[in-house]
Structures are given as C-alpha cells and as structure tokens.
C-alpha cells in the first residue's frame, strides 16, 4: 500500500502486556505518522514525528502511549499496560517535504484478550 | 475541535450508476484529500486539492475544492464493482503535507447485484 511498511498486521495481547507497533516510511519519507480507528470510525490522529523528533502529540493519550521515530530504524509506537479500550487499527502514514500528501501502511489490528 | 461530516453515510447503488457525496467541515481547510479503504486494509489516496474552486479529475473520480474552504466533494462515473469500499475525506490547515489530518466519518458505498 504505497510502501509504508508496518507490521505486524495483527497483534494480540492481554491486559496489562506491552504493545510495540512498529512503522517503516516509504523510501525518502521522512515524516511519521500514527493514527488510530475504531471499527466504523474514521481515523483518528494521534501523534507526528520526524527523525528524533516529535512535532505534534496533540492525540496521543496522556498516559500509557509514547511514540519515537529514531535516526535508523523504524518508528515505535508503544502502548504499556494495555486495557480493552485500546482494541483498535492503527494505521501509519509518512509524507516527504512540501505539499507531498501522506500515503497509509495496511495498520497493524490490536486485539486485547 | 475540528470536525468532518460527510453524507451520505451510506449508500447502495447499481452498477453503472453515478455516485455523488460531500463532506463539510465547521472551520477552513486549505488542504482536502480524498482517501478510499478496502476491508482489512489502509487509507489509499485518490485525489489531493490545494486550491479553493479547484476541480480536479482521477479517471471516473472527479473532486472539487469548495469555495468557502469548508466543503468538498467527491462524483464517481459510471461504478463499477471495484468501486465498493469506504471513501473518506480527509482537511489539512496548510498547503503543505507535514501536519495532521482531520478525517470525516466516512460514505460506504455498496453495489448491489
């Protein structure tokens, strides 16, 4: 799906295990993106990150999630501690410079038991 | 916050038939995206607009730009079976890729046979 790469499709966990989700750019991407769906929602944002950076955290929960996007290696998105409510797709999109539009991996379905 | 709403929210067409559906916003855009999701899968792009009164053509789509920065929409041509899937419209404040974007609650569209 345009080349952003993320994996894996589908995860499971129990309440209260850690969460990793893990976001590959597409080639020359160097804008990061997370976004969360509930099923017949529209997709919600949640956090924007360059390289080392994070630009806008705005819609990421305050507690339990945290994001990075290091110089080498895919960007993370970590949930700690999960609950039921955290049941969602979350998808990463990666833009380039300028008036480049964001292009979405196929999402990662996180199932809580 | 900003907020998306796009209708129908649903519709059930035949094939062969035009399909026409808008999404309207409570504040401005400088950016609308039009985006299509399949089940199990991500967001994929169909067509991106920078300029108010813009009208721009993907093969059977046609979008346009309102106006007043606050609406778009979205015609598709003669459908067809592959047109089935979720369409979202999606507004970015600025003209350039690197900042979140607001989707709206989405128009499913059905074939029937």
Request: aromatic share 10%; with cysteine; charged share 20%.
């Amino acid at each position: 799906n345009a080349g952003v790469m993320q994996n894996p499709r589908h995860l499971v966990r129990r309440r209260g295990q850690e969460a990793r989700l893990r976001c590959s750019p597409m080639k020359g991407h160097s804008h990061v993106y997370w976004y969360r769906q509930l099923p017949e929602e529209g997709l919600k944002f949640m956090v924007y990150l360059q390289k080392e950076n994070i630009i806008d955290e705005s819609g990421m929960p305050k507690e339990r999630f945290s994001a990075e996007f290091p110089k080498e290696g895919p960007s993370i998105l970590r949930i700690q501690q999960v609950v039921r409510g955290d049941s969602a797709a979350y998808f990463c999109a990666s833009s380039g410079t300028g008036d480049q539009p964001q292009h979405f991996g196929d999402g990662t379905r996180l199932s809580i038991l | 916050g900003q907020q998306l709403n796009q209708s129908p929210q649903s519709m059930f067409i035949q094939e062969g038939e035009d399909v026409s559906m808008n999404c309207t916003s409570s504040s401005i855009f400088n950016t609308w995206l039009w985006y299509k999701q399949d089940p199990g899968e991500g967001p994929v792009l169909l067509i991106a607009l920078y300029k108010a009164g813009e009208l721009t053509s993907n093969g059977r789509l046609t979008a346009q730009f309102g106006i007043t920065r606050k609406d778009s929409f979205l015609n598709i041509s003669a459908s067809i079976p592959s047109d089935v899937g979720i369409y979202f419209c999606a507004g970015q404040s600025t003209n350039f890729g690197n900042e979140k974007l607001t989707f709206g609650t989405g128009t499913r569209l059905t074939i029937i046979p």
